[in-house]
C-alpha cells in the first residue's frame, strides 16, 4: 500500500508565510504527477497547484505569484510554499500523487489533509 503524510499547517495571520509538506511511502515503484488541492467550509475541493515528474508546474489563478509547488524525487516528497497568505486561503490541503506500484496497478493516492487558517 501506499501512504502520504502532511505536515505543515497551521494558524498564520493575513501576509504570511507557511510550507506544507507531503511524504509518499509504502510500495512505490515511481511517482508521476504530485499535487495540492484544498477544500474550504462549504466548498467543494479544488486544485492549488500540480507539478510533473519532470517539474512542469501548473496553478490555480488564485495562487499564482504567491504560491510555489516543488518536489523532491528522491525523497517522494511534494512541497507547497505559501506567501502573502490571505483570509480566503483558509482550507484543508491535500497533496495527491499518482503512484505506479512495483505490481498492481496506477493510481491516485490522497493525504489526510492539513488545516490552514489565515487570521488576524
Known amino acids: 500500500q501506499v501512504q502520504l503524510v502532511e505536515s505543515g499547517g497551521g494558524l498564520v495571520q493575513p501576509g504570511g508565510s507557511l510550507t506544507l509538506s507531503c511524504a509518499a511511502s509504502?510500495?512505490?515503484?515511481?511517482?508521476?504527477?504530485m499535487g495540492w488541492f484544498r477544500q474550504a467550509p462549504g466548498k467543494q475541493r479544488e486544485l492549488v497547484a500540480t507539478?510533473?515528474?519532470?517539474?512542469?508546474?501548473n496553478y490555480a489563478d488564485s495562487v499564482k505569484g504567491r504560491f510555489t509547488v516543488s518536489r523532491d524525487n528522491a525523497r517522494n516528497t511534494v512541497y507547497l510554499q505559501m506567501n502573502n497568505l490571505k483570509p480566503e486561503d483558509t482550507a484543508v490541503y491535500y497533496c495527491?500523487?499518482?503512484?505506479?506500484?512495483?505490481?498492481?496497478?496506477?493510481?491516485?493516492?490522497w493525504g489526510q489533509g492539513a488545516q490552514v487558517t489565515v487570521s488576524p
Open positions: 495527491n500523487a499518482d503512484v505506479q506500484r512495483p505490481t498492481g496497478p496506477r493510481d491516485v493516492y
Open positions: 509504502g510500495s512505490i515503484f515511481r511517482i508521476y504527477d
Open positions: 507539478i510533473t515528474r519532470g517539474a512542469w508546474k
